[in-house]
């Protein structure tokens, strides 16, 4: 990683690069003209080409002193509007003068923004070429300008060439079809080759990705990172038992016998385990070890996917923690199981025998803040129920459940949500972005952020003592492509009373329904269950790791987790790093990315497995080679 870009950012900048001259035309800004038919702007290129195509040499000495008319009345106007593009485009220039990491062609080079500090960055710096909203107005500003003079040489040249002008409305309306048919598949579609590994066949393969969205932001998807970096894909849907429909993503490897869960915290999703790249996630660091990797996503999407499509939003919205880790996630890990099973069986037969003894496969969980609250309520009410959780290792990075020690401005959060929840849980049911422009403005306003360094440093200021001091990348969060205006993750408001409570009561206990009798019907008990006493039921090691610098989940917080499974008699582990509380997903820490490689490959499938592995190997290579 090379003055704040991961290797990931590296890739898809060559990618870029490297891709057809068609995938060119989205730069922000203005770009200089490649092999001369790269043009600014689609308007200036439509002008140009009728100019070219139409001006004799004769009819630009009639209308010469016409067209120089016009150009001095208009002059002012051009002037002023102009001026506030020159200023955008001077601080664009000042804001870009960090060094290069890829040597490239200078052409290259001009249409691409970039902002290097010492921090960490996300997916963006290097390799994003979405327009921010100043660049919008930027790029509206000349095209308006332009567009007037275009407008004026037109009306000039139609009025005293009326057959050229007639000549010309024909060419264009014979040509407008196939013209419109040809820009539209350039601009969207482009060609990425790709290489499934770990499959039968990992042969090149050719496949269609949208780099950039209409409205110019970043759609793309988990799926779209992890195949452009040559992984293999699979998309899981995954239904709970009350009708939510949730993605399980996977990074296969069929015929592992270790496999490993990852789960997102609040207002994340899987794309925080894959966006740093080859060298940076934690999900490809555990491909690259030999386990078959499932991404987890929770409940919780603008998109509200649910078997009732007709579901309304007050009631999607209804849940809260409890149903993260009594509903989320088993369907998840019991999809995992059941898929894992029926591969294995098919791959190695022998596993038919071992299926009635026990478990063919170790399955580990990494979970990160809100991922671990639910991951430690799901073991405990499984052994709760004597239901088996399918788990052999917990790795649980800043986990939730206990926040009584927090900051002054998380304290008057909680205040006003137990206060004001029996009002604002029938007005507000969620906490999420709920249009599509507003969405994408904040995308676009993500892209200023890093195109102008001074404002995303403001912005990170402010987000940072709202937060309490956490020097999270927040400005690089806002900008990954989760969060774009098609979907994005939200917070349900019970999710957010759940907290609220907990820290209230310094316990990690269940969420509070309000009265008895609603308690009664759910627990059993007036009280809802206090997680921190079942602690004695965990019965697989958990490793906890708490950062010096996370405001968000103080590290005494993850102690406090720490001190009662210790005191239950859990085989636990607590460890400590130098980070804020996104740097577990967000950033590339190779310190943290070795202790955690480290303590999953404590987990190893049993000898005997092992060695029927092998046999049934070389059994399949015998049949191949005698085939």
Same mark, same amino acid.
């Given at each position: 990683?090379?003055?704040?870009?991961?290797?990931?950012?590296?890739?898809?900048?060559?990618?870029?690069?490297?891709?057809?001259?068609?995938?060119?035309?989205?730069?922000?800004?203005?770009?200089?003209?490649?092999?001369?038919?790269?043009?600014?702007?689609?308007?200036?290129?439509?002008?140009?080409?009728?100019?070219?195509?139409?001006?004799?040499?004769?009819?630009?000495?009639?209308?010469?002193?016409?067209?120089?008319?016009?150009?001095?009345?208009?002059?002012?106007?051009?002037?002023?509007?102009?001026?506030?593009?020159?200023?955008?485009?001077?601080?664009?220039?000042?804001?870009?003068?960090?060094?290069?990491?890829?040597?490239?062609?200078?052409?290259?080079?001009?249409?691409?923004?970039?902002?290097?500090?010492?921090?960490?960055?996300?997916?963006?710096?290097?390799?994003?070429?979405?327009?921010?909203?100043?660049?919008?107005?930027?790029?509206?500003?000349?095209?308006?300008?332009?567009?007037?003079?275009?407008?004026?040489?037109?009306?000039?040249?139609?009025?005293?060439?009326?057959?050229?002008?007639?000549?010309?409305?024909?060419?264009?309306?014979?040509?407008?079809?196939?013209?419109?048919?040809?820009?539209?598949?350039?601009?969207?579609?482009?060609?990425?080759?790709?290489?499934?590994?770990?499959?039968?066949?990992?042969?090149?393969?050719?496949?269609?990705?949208?780099?950039?969205?209409?409205?110019?932001?970043?759609?793309?998807?988990?799926?779209?990172?992890?195949?452009?970096?040559?992984?293999?894909?699979?998309?899981?849907?995954?239904?709970?038992?009350?009708?939510?429909?949730?993605?399980?993503?996977?990074?296969?490897?069929?015929?592992?016998?270790?496999?490993?869960?990852?789960?997102?915290?609040?207002?994340?999703?899987?794309?925080?385990?894959?966006?740093?790249?080859?060298?940076?996630?934690?999900?490809?660091?555990?491909?690259?070890?030999?386990?078959?990797?499932?991404?987890?996503?929770?409940?919780?999407?603008?998109?509200?996917?649910?078997?009732?499509?007709?579901?309304?939003?007050?009631?999607?919205?209804?849940?809260?923690?409890?149903?993260?880790?009594?509903?989320?996630?088993?369907?998840?890990?019991?999809?995992?199981?059941?898929?894992?099973?029926?591969?294995?069986?098919?791959?190695?037969?022998?596993?038919?025998?071992?299926?009635?003894?026990?478990?063919?496969?170790?399955?580990?969980?990494?979970?990160?803040?809100?991922?671990?609250?639910?991951?430690?309520?799901?073991?405990?009410?499984?052994?709760?129920?004597?239901?088996?959780?399918? +788990?052999? &290792?917990?790795?649980?990075?800043? $986990? /939730?459940?206990?926040?009584?020690?927090? %900051? *002054?401005?998380?304290? @008057?959060?909680?205040?006003?949500?137990?206060?004001?929840?029996?009002?604002?849980?029938?007005?507000?049911?969620?906490?999420?972005?709920?249009?599509?422009?507003?969405?994408?403005?904040?995308?676009? +306003?993500? &892209?200023?952020?890093?195109?102008? $360094? /001074?404002?995303?440093?403001?912005?990170? %200021? *402010?987000?940072?003592? @709202?937060?309490?001091?956490?020097?999270?990348?927040?400005?690089?969060?806002?900008?990954?492509?989760?969060?774009?205006?098609?979907?994005?993750?939200?917070?349900?408001?019970?999710?957010?009373?759940? +907290?609220?409570?907990?820290?209230?009561?310094?316990?990690?206990?269940?969420?509070?329904?309000?009265?008895?009798?609603?308690?009664?019907?759910?627990?059993?008990?007036?009280?809802?269950?206090?997680?921190?006493?079942?602690?004695?039921?965990?019965?697989?090691?958990?490793?906890?790791?708490?950062?010096?610098?996370?405001?968000?989940?103080?590290?005494?917080?993850?102690?406090?987790?720490?001190?009662?499974?210790?005191?239950?008699?859990?085989?636990?582990?607590?460890?400590?790093?130098?980070?804020?509380?996104?740097?577990?997903?967000?950033?590339?820490?190779?310190?943290?990315?070795?202790?955690?490689?480290?303590?999953?490959?404590?987990?190893?499938?049993?000898?005997?497995?092992?060695?029927?592995?092998?046999?049934?190997?070389?059994?399949?290579?015998?049949?191949?080679?005698?085939?």
């Amino acid at each position: 990683m090379e003055h704040g870009v991961s290797s990931f950012n590296r890739f898809v900048h060559e990618l870029s690069v490297d891709s057809e001259p068609s995938s060119m035309d989205y730069s922000s800004g203005e770009e200089e003209d490649i092999d001369g038919i790269t043009p600014a702007s689609p308007s200036s290129n439509c002008s140009r080409v009728s100019r070219a195509s139409s001006f004799t040499k004769y009819e630009r000495h009639r209308t010469g002193w016409i067209i120089s008319i016009l150009s001095w009345i208009l002059f002012p106007a051009k002037f002023l509007l102009g001026i506030p593009f020159y200023i955008g485009r001077l601080s664009c220039t000042r804001g870009s003068k960090a060094p290069s990491t890829c040597h490239r062609p200078l052409q290259l080079h001009s249409s691409i923004r970039r902002v290097h500090t010492t921090k960490d960055h996300v997916v963006h710096c290097a390799t994003d070429r979405r327009r921010g909203v100043i660049e919008d107005l930027h790029l509206a500003i000349e095209i308006f300008i332009e567009t007037i003079f275009d407008f004026f040489h037109k009306a000039a040249h139609f009025l005293l060439s009326p057959s050229e002008a007639l000549r010309m409305s024909w060419r264009w309306f014979s040509s407008d079809k196939n013209d419109t048919e040809v820009i539209h598949h350039d601009v969207y579609d482009a060609s990425v080759h790709t290489d499934t590994l770990g499959e039968n066949d990992p042969s090149v393969s050719e496949r269609k990705s949208t780099f950039h969205h209409v409205m110019n932001t970043d759609a793309r998807t988990c799926q779209d990172v992890i195949t452009e970096l040559g992984y293999p894909y699979e998309a899981i849907r995954v239904e709970t038992s009350d009708g939510y429909v949730l993605l399980l993503e996977r990074i296969p490897r069929r015929d592992a016998r270790k496999a490993v869960y990852l789960q997102h915290g609040i207002l994340d999703s899987s794309m925080g385990w894959v966006s740093n790249g080859v060298v940076g996630s934690p999900a490809f660091a555990a491909y690259d070890q030999g386990y078959d990797v499932f991404l987890g996503n929770f409940r919780g999407l603008v998109s509200r996917e649910h078997v009732n499509k007709d579901i309304s939003s007050r009631r999607y919205w209804k849940y809260s923690i409890n149903e993260h880790g009594t509903e989320d996630i088993p369907a998840m890990i019991e999809k995992i199981h059941e898929i894992k099973t029926s591969e294995l069986k098919i791959s190695q037969p022998d596993v038919k025998e071992e299926i009635n003894e026990a478990q063919p496969y170790k399955l580990c969980a990494i979970c990160h803040s809100l991922g671990g609250a639910a991951i430690l309520m799901y073991v405990i009410t499984c052994r709760i129920e004597e239901k088996p959780h399918r +788990l052999s &290792r917990l790795i649980l990075l800043s $986990p /939730a459940g206990f926040h009584d020690d927090s %900051t *002054l401005v998380f304290t @008057v959060a909680e205040y006003l949500f137990l206060v004001s929840a029996p009002i604002l849980a029938y007005i507000v049911p969620a906490f999420y972005i709920p249009t599509k422009f507003f969405r994408m403005l904040l995308n676009k +306003l993500a &892209r200023d952020f890093h195109n102008y $360094p /001074a404002v995303g440093g403001l912005v990170q %200021t *402010l987000m940072s003592y @709202v937060v309490g001091g956490d020097s999270s990348n927040w400005v690089g969060v806002l900008g990954l492509p989760h969060y774009n205006m098609n979907d994005m993750p939200g917070v349900s408001f019970r999710v957010a009373h759940h +907290l609220a409570q907990m820290k209230h009561t310094g316990k990690f206990r269940m969420f509070d329904y309000g009265s008895v009798r609603a308690n009664m019907e759910v627990y059993g008990s007036p009280e809802p269950v206090d997680l921190g006493e079942y602690y004695r039921f965990i019965d697989i090691p958990v490793d906890l790791v708490a950062g010096r610098k996370d405001k968000v989940i103080r590290p005494s917080m993850v102690r406090k987790h720490y001190r009662l499974m210790k005191d239950s008699g859990v085989d636990v582990s607590y460890n400590e790093f130098e980070y804020a509380h996104l740097d577990f997903t967000f950033s590339h820490r190779e310190e943290l990315l070795a202790y955690v490689m480290s303590r999953l490959l404590l987990v190893e499938p049993d000898p005997k497995r092992q060695f029927s592995q092998k046999a049934s190997k070389l059994k399949k290579k015998e049949q191949i080679e005698s085939s």
